[in-house]
């Protein structure tokens, strides 16, 4: 290359000093220097190319980079690449920017790097400007685009790993803003980019979560610390999912926020999972306190020995477990379904009600439920439209109004109904299955304990009775006793007359007998409670068994001045039975009206046939039944308040004995008065033959 001499300067001496310039600046360049003829052989590279292509002087790859046979117009990798035309416009004098090549040295000479190299080619021109060389300058940009390479890398790994995640990431501004696109929220949620940036992304959120969510969101912001918390968020079908929200502010080496990195990760299902946990613990535990309740309540029922105090303590247990303001209980009475009010708790809401006690007539909704022994649940517009809901008629007025009802029947043992508890007006809400089969159960567990009350009452009558029985015997055990130790004690004394010899031994014999058959009472009493009665089946005439008993019950009949008659026939009956057995039935009767009619009454005895059925009846105008006594008048023991006009007693077996022996005859008997002082009536039925 030759440079033209300065104007002052000897041209020798200028060619020359600038020769040495350039060569020294040349070598000693930081750049990659490469001079080129313009036929594109090499003539010169400084140190910094050799560094570059880690080439050392003197090395064989450089001789031939040197040498007369290395073209770089003609290099095949320059050639494919493009480089070469470039180099070609540069000798034509045009100065050219190489973009980046990758260059393999090792194509040379089998070894050295693969460099990713760009590069400038400017032209050198002589006075008359034509290109005398070029001078090629190299940048090894390898490592920068290695550096911007792995960052590419690690930027699609990251964008590889938030879509192909659950997550949804997201960075927002400084200030808490919205300003760079999210694929994954976008995605997920479905708002384009415009309708989530800014604050737009809070449209999203569930409407019951986003003030809460973007108050904590600003105030995380203004304090620079971490956001945390749940929300949900409308994913693009619409539907709601839980999310859990994490938020981290990116500081710089000033402390100051660069960005908020977040994400959304999807835990609906997981939140599903901990609701219906913690609301199954709190019905668990819901549950477990009722179940302590209704195990106190059952503690309290079977510890109550009256079925008054029962129902008491049974419509206050309602009340507090099923939460309501009104809980009853009624009794069933009589056979047409009617229920009389035996316990009733009312909340102050219905305190003016408190007095109400009206029993029902067997026609509506409660008779209902006691037929048919099912439990009734209804709200209040179900109840009005139930077909048996007929109000409360008369009493509408005083009775407490209903909001809605849950009714149970009281079963006994025998699946009998017995009455049945019902409530009203639920504190909250309405009655559900849980509700019923909690009062299913308390209304067994007081039907049972009604049950109980009942025969633990009963029993106490009985040995009441039993009491009064044993009294009784001793008492009418010892009447005979007196005139026969007298009758004795005058034998005894040798001096006595034929007549009172005579008079004392039919004293003695009437009292015997009379001994005799109150033992063969007490005989008969204990075949029927052993059960050991037996019958001597005959074809037999009512009318003849009539004879019989009339005879037998005759002598205290006259003894007491009683009027009697027989009525009716047996128009050609027979029946089949015991003769001595039914003579006893009809003669206990006879008795039993003669004890209890004053002297001078009248007794009749009615012999009626009405198809297949015989029925003989004893009436008399006696003392008439109690109403409480008729209930039990068959049962053992029982008897009736003696009063002194009675000629004779009795030990209060004989009607027990006259329902037992009838219904070995499959047959019934039945008793019936207006009250004391207005008779009585009992009906024998038997099948006829």
């Known amino acids: 290359m030759s440079l033209a001499p300065a104007p002052h300067e000897p041209a020798v001496d200028s060619a020359t000093g600038s020769n040495l310039r350039f060569k020294e600046l040349f070598e000693q360049s930081p750049l990659s220097l490469q001079l080129l003829a313009p036929d594109g052989r090499t003539m010169r590279v400084n140190t910094a190319w050799e560094k570059l292509w880690q080439i050392h002087e003197g090395s ?56 990713w190299v760009t590069a400038r080619a400017h032209p050198i021109k002589d006075e008359a400007g034509n290109v005398f060389e070029v001078l090629l300058m190299h940048e090894d940009i390898t490592d920068k685009l290695e550096a911007e390479n792995a960052l590419r890398m690690r930027e699609e790994r990251f964008r590889s790993l938030v879509m192909a995640t659950s997550q949804i990431v997201w960075s927002n501004t400084p200030d808490g803003r919205v300003d760079e696109d999210s694929p994954s929220w976008r995605a997920f949620t479905g708002q384009t980019y415009e309708e989530w940036r800014e604050f737009g992304w809070l449209e999203a959120v569930h409407p019951d979560d986003r003030d809460a969510t973007r108050r904590l969101w600003l105030a995380c912001v203004a304090s620079k610390s971490l956001f945390e918390t749940r929300y949900r968020l409308r994913r693009a079908d619409g539907a709601y999912r839980w999310t859990e929200v994490r938020g981290v502010p990116i500081v710089d080496a000033t402390g100051s926020i660069r960005e908020w990195i977040g994400t959304n990760t999807d835990i609906h299902e997981t939140v599903m999972a901990e609701a219906e946990l913690a609301q199954r613990l ?52 009589g056979a047409n379904w009617s229920q009389a009010i035996n316990a009733v708790s009312l909340s102050d809401k219905y305190a003016p009600y408190r007095a109400y006690a009206e029993s029902t007539d067997g026609s509506g909704i409660y008779a209902e439920v006691c037929r048919t022994n099912q439990p009734l649940r209804l709200t209040q517009q179900q109840l009005e439209a139930h077909p048996q809901w007929k109000g409360f008629g008369r009493h509408a007025a005083a009775h407490p109004p209903i909001r809605g ?69 001793a008492h009418e055990l010892r009447n005979p006793l007196a005139p026969i130790a007298a009758a004795s004690e005058m034998l005894k004394l040798g001096t006595a007359s034929e007549e009172r010899i005579r008079r004392s031994s039919e004293v003695i014999g009437r009292q015997v007998r009379h001994l005799t058959s109150l033992i063969d009472d007490l005989l008969d009493v204990s075949r029927v409670t052993r059960g050991l009665i037996e019958l001597d089946r005959a074809l037999l005439d009512p009318m003849a068994l009539v004879a019989s008993a009339v005879e037998q019950s005759q002598p205290l009949m006259t003894a007491r001045g009683h009027s009697f008659a027989i009525e009716g026939d047996a128009n050609g009956a027979r029946v089949v039975g015991d003769a001595n057995r ?76 006259v329902k037992t022996i009838v219904s070995l ?25």
């Open 582 to 657: 039914l003579v006893q039935v009809i003669a206990n009767l006879l008795n039993n009206a003669a004890k209890y009619t004053p002297n001078g009454g009248a007794i009749v005895l009615t012999v009626a046939r009405d198809g297949d059925v015989l029925a003989i009846s004893v009436r008399d105008n006696g003392t008439g039944i109690d109403a409480s006594l008729l209930p039990r008048i068959f049962d053992l023991f029982t008897q009736a308040e003696r009063t002194p006009d009675r000629a004779q007693g009795g030990l209060g077996i004989g009607l027990a004995l």
């Open 60 to 115: 064989a790859l450089k001789q031939f980079v040197l040498s007369p046979d290395y073209n770089v117009l003609r290099d095949p990798q320059l050639v494919e690449s493009g480089i070469a035309a470039l180099l070609e416009q540069a000798v034509r004098g045009e100065p050219v920017l190489i973009p980046a090549v990758h260059y393999d040295v090792a194509a040379l000479d089998g070894r050295g790097p693969a460099r």
């Open 282 to 333: 709190e019905r668990e535990q819901r549950n477990a306190a009722l179940l302590a309740k209704v195990a106190h309540a059952a503690r309290k029922l079977q510890t109550v020995l009256w079925d008054g105090d029962i129902a008491e303590v049974l419509v206050s247990e309602v009340r507090d477990i099923l939460q309501v303001h009104q809980a009853v209980v009624s009794i069933t009475e």
């Open 665 to 689: 005859h499959d047959g019934q008997v039945s008793a019936h008065s207006g009250g004391p002082g207005a008779g009585s009536v009992f009906t024998v039925t038997l099948k006829a033959a």
């Open 405 to 473: 009802w849950l009714a149970v029947p009281l079963i006994d043992r025998t699946g009998k109904n017995i009455g049945l508890i019902q409530a009203s007006d639920k504190i909250e809400g309405e009655f559900s299955a849980e509700d019923e089969a909690i009062l299913v159960q308390l209304a067994s567990i007081a039907a049972n304990g009604f049950e109980n009350a009942r025969l633990y009452q009963s029993l106490q009558e009985q040995d009441r009775r039993k009491d009064e029985f044993l009294a009784m015997l």
